[in-house]
């Protein structure tokens, strides 16, 4: 093949698993579940398991991607709670920002036990949903808390 790829590498040298013992939140969809599986595989290998993973995408049947491995975390307790939302699905359509706001009670709970959230994926629609659904149950301050201390960090596209 002599064909040409466009294509750019970026580094983020902020997202990244937290310190050891602390909660971890992650929150994206499409293409964005590879950084969070490298960080899942990251966090399971350093033996921690407090991992809470929201993933959505537009058809169960198509785009649910790594779910034997995903599914496999969940049972063997490598993951705490695996959320899907996807959007396409004929009368069950949801997205990620849904799916955190139905789970705001145990959002607030992760957080208050220090929690940090990482979110990667699409810039239109799934983050600037999931930071409306995290200023709603924290409020404004509560977020400018979380950035400052950085436990808020995204990698959109």
């Not at 602390?22 to 929150?27: F, M, N, Q």
């Not at 499409?30 to 537009?58: D, P, S, V």
């Not at 799916?99 to 992760?110: H, I, Y």
Request: net charge negative; charged share 25%; glycine share 10%.
């Amino acid at each position: 093949f002599d064909d040409a790829i466009a294509l750019r590498i970026r580094e983020n040298p902020n997202f990244h698993v937290p310190p050891s013992g602390t909660p971890l939140i992650l929150i994206g969809n499409g293409t964005g579940l590879a950084a969070l599986r490298a960080l899942l595989h990251e966090r399971i290998a350093q033996g921690e398991h407090r991992n809470w993973l929201l993933f959505g995408e537009r058809q169960r049947e198509r785009d649910f991607y790594y779910r034997e491995e995903l599914e496999s975390w969940l049972r063997k307790g490598s993951l705490s709670h695996l959320d899907l939302a996807f959007s396409r699905d004929a009368g069950v359509g949801a997205y990620v920002q849904q799916r955190l706001q139905e789970q705001a009670p145990r959002l607030r709970q992760w957080l208050d036990d220090g929690a940090h959230v990482l979110v990667c994926g699409s810039q239109h629609g799934m983050a600037g949903g999931v930071d409306a659904v995290l200023r709603e149950v924290l409020g404004d301050a509560g977020v400018i808390d979380l950035v400052e201390d950085g436990r808020y960090r995204r990698d959109v596209y």
